[in-house]
């Protein structure tokens, strides 16, 4: 059973504020990632750390940054959202980090920018 | 590059049949992962079934097997005994067995629907 915590749900904001999607795990995962995905679609990495002070970025590219100052916390900051960053914003972890290693979601928060 | 397609956009099962979702990959490399993610309408990613390519046996994990064919690139979830709740969108992901580079390439998922 994977810890890992998501806020806020659900977010409804307006162009050009500045956003910050909450991502937390408890078990102690090296590894946390960040996927985008629009709706009836895949899912594409953006962000993904090996470690505290560790960011890299990931296939699509995002105008999001994302920060690992603490093992359990990766989040997730859009300094000016637009309506074309309306999408759903999946967070994982996962233990190693190694191609047999399970990555475990959180809830997702569904953005919507008007 | 690595590649994961999955054909079907939608599938129906009778309740307390057995369904097949299909998933075929494509990439050059000699070691990857192979997994199967459930997403219900609520958006959360579950995970279900893990297989390496390496294990000479398919994997089980209770009502979901992986009938994997490795000579055909292909990795197909069988749920068995479907269940009103196994409703969802299925995706098929693939992972590299590489230092640094185990991201996960997501196909574009099957909705299934199981029928009362």
């Known amino acids: 059973e994977a810890d890992i915590y998501q806020t806020p749900r659900y977010l409804v904001i307006g162009t050009g504020k500045k956003i910050t999607l909450e991502c937390s795990q408890t078990m102690g995962h090296d590894k946390m990632y960040w996927y985008q995905q629009d709706p009836g679609m895949e899912l594409h990495l953006i962000h993904y750390?090996?470690?505290?002070?560790?960011?890299e970025k990931g296939d699509l590219s995002s105008e999001s940054t994302v920060s690992r100052i603490r093992t359990e916390h990766f989040p997730l900051t859009l300094e000016s959202a637009r309506p074309s960053h309306t999408s759903q914003y999946l967070c994982a972890s996962s233990e190693i980090g190694g191609g047999s290693d399970t990555q475990y979601f959180g809830p997702g928060t569904r953005l919507t920018v008007l | 590059a690595q590649k994961i397609t999955q054909t079907q956009p939608g599938m129906f099962v009778q309740e307390k049949e057995a369904v097949t979702l299909d998933c075929t990959y494509d990439t050059s490399d000699p070691s990857y992962g192979l997994f199967w993610y459930k997403q219900p309408s609520s958006g959360e990613m579950i995970f279900l079934i893990y297989?390496?390519?390496?294990?000479?046996q398919n994997a089980t994990e209770g009502r979901y097997s992986l009938n994997f064919q490795k000579a055909r690139k292909s990795a197909n979830l069988v749920i068995s005994a479907s269940q009103l709740g196994d409703s969802a969108m299925y995706f098929c992901a693939m992972s590299r067995f590489k230092t640094g580079a185990n991201n996960l390439f997501f196909g574009t998922g099957t909705r299934l629907t199981v029928i009362p």
């Open positions: 297989q390496g390519s390496y294990d000479q």
């Open positions: 750390s090996y470690g505290v002070n560790s960011t």
